[in-house]
């Protein structure tokens, strides 16, 4: 859907893949995806460095949002 749609920018829920790089990989195929990383925020401390480089290669592409209230 995202290749078929380029113009398009979409947002992929990458959930809590901060332990699994392998599904960001597809950044460089699909230049409209975006992701939002608020909710996975303590979980990217698994593996700092592959968060690290992944923000500095896609920081176009990296949205911050909170999805959950506290109370």
Known sequence: MFKKH???????PYGWY????????NFDELPNN???IGAINAELGRQPKN???FFVKYQGQVLF???SLET
Request: proline share 8%; glycine share 12%; net charge positive.
């Open 6 to 12: 380029p113009k398009t920018k979409l947002s992929c």
């Open 18 to 25: 901060a332990n699994d790089w392998a599904p960001w990989g």
């Open 34 to 36: 975006v992701v939002g």
């Open 51 to 53: 968060a690290h480089n």
């Open 65 to 67: 949002g909170k999805d």
